[in-house]
Protein backbone atom coordinates (compact mmCIF):
# COMPACT_ATOMS: atom_id res chain seq x y z
CA UNK A 1 0.00 0.00 0.00
CA UNK A 2 1.30 3.79 -0.96
CA UNK A 3 3.13 4.50 2.13
CA UNK A 4 4.21 1.34 3.33
CA UNK A 5 6.30 -1.02 2.37
CA UNK A 6 7.58 -4.51 3.25
CA UNK A 7 11.05 -6.26 2.04
CA UNK A 8 11.84 -9.08 0.97
CA UNK A 9 8.46 -9.79 -0.13
CA UNK A 10 9.45 -13.65 -0.88
CA UNK A 11 12.12 -15.07 1.24
CA UNK A 12 13.16 -18.73 1.66
CA UNK A 13 15.56 -20.10 4.73
CA UNK A 14 17.17 -22.93 6.39
CA UNK A 15 16.32 -23.62 9.96
CA UNK A 16 18.50 -22.20 12.36
CA UNK A 17 19.34 -18.98 10.36
CA UNK A 18 18.43 -15.54 11.54
CA UNK A 19 16.44 -13.34 9.33
CA UNK A 20 15.14 -9.78 9.56
CA UNK A 21 12.28 -8.36 7.95
CA UNK A 22 11.77 -4.93 7.44
CA UNK A 23 9.34 -2.47 7.15
CA UNK A 24 9.19 1.14 6.22
CA UNK A 25 6.81 4.11 6.26
CA UNK A 26 7.01 7.34 5.35
CA UNK A 27 3.99 8.56 6.71
CA UNK A 28 5.14 9.36 9.76
CA UNK A 29 2.95 7.36 11.69
CA UNK A 30 3.62 6.43 15.27
CA UNK A 31 2.45 3.63 15.60
CA UNK A 32 4.04 0.29 13.84
CA UNK A 33 3.37 -3.61 14.12
CA UNK A 34 4.21 -7.08 13.05
CA UNK A 35 1.49 -9.95 12.39
CA UNK A 36 1.92 -12.84 11.13
CA UNK A 37 -0.71 -15.04 9.42
CA UNK A 38 -1.02 -18.94 9.22
CA UNK A 39 -4.23 -21.11 8.28
CA UNK A 40 -6.80 -21.52 11.17
CA UNK A 41 -5.03 -18.93 13.00
CA UNK A 42 -6.05 -15.45 10.95
CA UNK A 43 -3.81 -12.70 12.01
CA UNK A 44 -1.79 -12.56 14.88
CA UNK A 45 0.30 -9.86 16.43
CA UNK A 46 3.76 -10.31 17.23
CA UNK A 47 5.07 -6.88 18.38
CA UNK A 48 4.23 -3.40 18.00
CA UNK A 49 5.70 -0.34 18.60
CA UNK A 50 4.74 3.25 20.17
CA UNK A 51 7.88 5.29 18.92
CA UNK A 52 10.97 5.22 18.56
CA UNK A 53 12.36 2.63 20.80
CA UNK A 54 9.32 2.09 22.45
CA UNK A 55 8.25 -1.95 21.50
CA UNK A 56 5.74 -4.13 23.12
CA UNK A 57 5.06 -7.41 22.86
CA UNK A 58 1.96 -9.22 21.31
CA UNK A 59 0.33 -12.39 21.43
CA UNK A 60 2.82 -14.56 19.62
CA UNK A 61 5.85 -12.94 20.53
CA UNK A 62 8.16 -15.83 21.42
CA UNK A 63 11.36 -16.40 19.23
CA UNK A 64 11.01 -12.69 17.62
CA UNK A 65 12.81 -9.86 18.26
CA UNK A 66 12.03 -6.25 17.00
CA UNK A 67 13.85 -2.65 16.77
CA UNK A 68 12.66 0.39 16.11
CA UNK A 69 15.48 3.22 15.85
CA UNK A 70 14.24 5.62 13.35
CA UNK A 71 10.21 6.58 13.00
CA UNK A 72 10.36 5.06 9.41
CA UNK A 73 11.59 1.34 10.24
CA UNK A 74 10.12 -1.39 12.31
CA UNK A 75 12.63 -4.64 11.87
CA UNK A 76 11.43 -7.83 12.62
CA UNK A 77 14.24 -10.46 13.71
CA UNK A 78 14.23 -14.32 13.87
CA UNK A 79 17.13 -15.20 15.55
CA UNK A 80 16.99 -18.91 14.62
CA UNK A 81 14.48 -19.83 12.03
CA UNK A 82 12.20 -22.69 12.71
CA UNK A 83 9.85 -24.44 10.27
CA UNK A 84 6.73 -23.33 12.61
CA UNK A 85 7.85 -19.64 12.24
CA UNK A 86 6.98 -20.47 8.31
CA UNK A 87 4.12 -17.74 7.99
CA UNK A 88 2.71 -14.46 5.92
CA UNK A 89 4.15 -11.65 7.74
CA UNK A 90 2.32 -8.20 7.83
CA UNK A 91 3.54 -4.90 9.34
CA UNK A 92 1.21 -2.37 9.86
CA UNK A 93 1.21 1.57 10.78
CA UNK A 94 -1.66 3.85 12.93
CA UNK A 95 -1.91 7.26 13.97
CA UNK A 96 -4.21 7.98 17.18
CA UNK A 97 -8.34 7.61 15.64
CA UNK A 98 -6.89 6.25 12.45
CA UNK A 99 -7.54 3.33 10.42
CA UNK A 100 -4.87 0.85 9.84
CA UNK A 101 -2.75 0.59 7.03
CA UNK A 102 -1.13 -2.93 6.13
CA UNK A 103 1.93 -3.61 4.01
CA UNK A 104 1.82 -6.62 1.30
CA UNK A 105 3.23 -8.81 3.48
CA UNK A 106 5.85 -10.92 2.97
CA UNK A 107 6.38 -14.25 2.72
CA UNK A 108 8.55 -16.95 4.67
CA UNK A 109 9.65 -20.32 4.27
CA UNK A 110 11.86 -22.07 6.60
CA UNK A 111 12.99 -24.98 5.51
CA UNK B 1 -9.96 -12.35 22.37
CA UNK B 2 -11.77 -11.00 19.41
CA UNK B 3 -15.12 -9.20 21.35
CA UNK B 4 -16.76 -9.73 18.36
CA UNK B 5 -18.93 -12.60 16.77
CA UNK B 6 -19.53 -12.30 12.89
CA UNK B 7 -20.94 -15.09 10.59
CA UNK B 8 -18.88 -17.27 9.04
CA UNK B 9 -19.58 -17.11 5.65
CA UNK B 10 -22.01 -15.16 3.91
CA UNK B 11 -23.11 -14.73 -0.25
CA UNK B 12 -24.17 -11.99 -2.25
CA UNK B 13 -25.30 -11.46 -5.82
CA UNK B 14 -23.63 -9.31 -7.67
CA UNK B 15 -25.38 -5.72 -8.01
CA UNK B 16 -27.23 -6.03 -4.77
CA UNK B 17 -26.50 -4.52 -1.16
CA UNK B 18 -24.14 -7.03 0.88
CA UNK B 19 -25.37 -6.68 4.80
CA UNK B 20 -22.28 -8.31 7.03
CA UNK B 21 -23.98 -8.80 10.75
CA UNK B 22 -21.49 -8.40 13.74
CA UNK B 23 -22.30 -8.54 17.20
CA UNK B 24 -20.61 -6.74 19.71
CA UNK B 25 -22.51 -6.83 23.36
CA UNK B 26 -19.62 -6.28 25.69
CA UNK B 27 -18.66 -3.52 24.10
CA UNK B 28 -17.78 -0.14 26.41
CA UNK B 29 -18.90 3.13 26.10
CA UNK B 30 -15.16 4.58 24.74
CA UNK B 31 -14.37 1.41 22.19
CA UNK B 32 -15.05 2.20 18.34
CA UNK B 33 -16.18 -0.44 15.92
CA UNK B 34 -13.71 -0.68 13.04
CA UNK B 35 -14.07 -2.62 10.26
CA UNK B 36 -11.39 -4.19 8.00
CA UNK B 37 -11.40 -6.78 4.67
CA UNK B 38 -8.86 -8.40 3.18
CA UNK B 39 -8.77 -9.81 0.00
CA UNK B 40 -7.19 -13.12 -0.78
CA UNK B 41 -3.59 -12.80 0.37
CA UNK B 42 -3.47 -9.19 0.16
CA UNK B 43 -3.00 -7.03 3.45
CA UNK B 44 -5.79 -6.08 5.22
CA UNK B 45 -7.58 -2.68 3.85
CA UNK B 46 -9.49 -0.49 6.31
CA UNK B 47 -12.85 0.07 5.33
CA UNK B 48 -14.63 2.41 8.11
CA UNK B 49 -15.05 2.90 11.75
CA UNK B 50 -17.74 4.44 14.14
CA UNK B 51 -18.64 4.95 17.84
CA UNK B 52 -22.08 5.02 17.69
CA UNK B 53 -23.49 7.53 14.84
CA UNK B 54 -24.13 5.76 11.71
CA UNK B 55 -21.18 6.84 9.28
CA UNK B 56 -21.22 6.87 5.47
CA UNK B 57 -17.84 6.81 3.27
CA UNK B 58 -17.36 5.97 -0.50
CA UNK B 59 -16.77 2.07 0.38
CA UNK B 60 -19.17 1.76 3.06
CA UNK B 61 -21.69 2.26 5.27
CA UNK B 62 -21.64 1.51 8.66
CA UNK B 63 -25.21 0.96 11.24
CA UNK B 64 -24.73 0.61 14.92
CA UNK B 65 -27.88 -0.21 17.17
CA UNK B 66 -28.64 2.67 19.83
CA UNK B 67 -27.63 0.24 22.31
CA UNK B 68 -24.48 -0.24 20.48
CA UNK B 69 -24.52 -3.97 20.98
CA UNK B 70 -24.72 -4.82 17.71
CA UNK B 71 -23.58 -3.22 13.73
CA UNK B 72 -23.98 -3.51 10.14
CA UNK B 73 -21.26 -3.32 7.60
CA UNK B 74 -23.72 -2.33 4.37
CA UNK B 75 -21.56 -2.75 0.64
CA UNK B 76 -24.22 -1.24 -1.49
CA UNK B 77 -23.82 -2.30 -4.60
CA UNK B 78 -21.14 -5.31 -4.32
CA UNK B 79 -19.02 -6.54 -7.04
CA UNK B 80 -17.08 -9.46 -7.55
CA UNK B 81 -14.41 -7.52 -6.19
CA UNK B 82 -15.56 -7.04 -3.21
CA UNK B 83 -15.32 -10.80 -2.25
CA UNK B 84 -13.36 -10.83 0.69
CA UNK B 85 -13.16 -11.90 4.39
CA UNK B 86 -14.64 -8.89 6.35
CA UNK B 87 -13.32 -8.42 10.41
CA UNK B 88 -15.50 -6.58 12.54
CA UNK B 89 -13.35 -5.19 15.70
CA UNK B 90 -14.09 -3.39 18.30
CA UNK B 91 -11.11 -1.27 20.11
CA UNK B 92 -10.56 1.70 22.46
CA UNK B 93 -9.47 5.03 20.84
CA UNK B 94 -5.78 4.84 22.49
CA UNK B 95 -4.33 2.93 19.88
CA UNK B 96 -4.48 -0.54 21.51
CA UNK B 97 -3.23 -3.20 18.97
CA UNK B 98 -5.91 -4.30 16.42
CA UNK B 99 -6.97 -8.30 17.56
CA UNK B 100 -8.78 -9.89 14.72
CA UNK B 101 -11.40 -13.01 14.74
CA UNK B 102 -12.36 -15.08 11.91
CA UNK B 103 -14.35 -12.83 10.02
CA UNK B 104 -17.02 -13.45 7.62
CA UNK B 105 -15.71 -14.37 4.24
CA UNK B 106 -18.44 -13.06 2.03
CA UNK B 107 -18.86 -14.34 -1.51
CA UNK B 108 -19.97 -11.92 -4.35
CA UNK B 109 -21.45 -14.27 -7.18
CA UNK B 110 -22.57 -13.40 -11.02
Known amino acids: DAGITQSPRHKVTETGTPVTLRCHQTENHRYMYWYRQDPGHGLRLIHY???????DKGEVSDGYSVSRSKTEDFLLTLESATSSQTSVYFC??????????FGSGTRLTVV | DAKTTQPPSMDCAEGRAANLPCNHSTISGNEYVYWYRQIHSQGPQYIIH???NNETNEMASLIITEDRKSSTLILPHATLRDTAVYYCIVIDAGNTPLVFGKGTRLSVIA
Open chain 1, 92 to 101: AISEEGDGYT
Open chain 1, 49 to 55: SYGVKDT
Open chain 2, 50 to 52: GLK
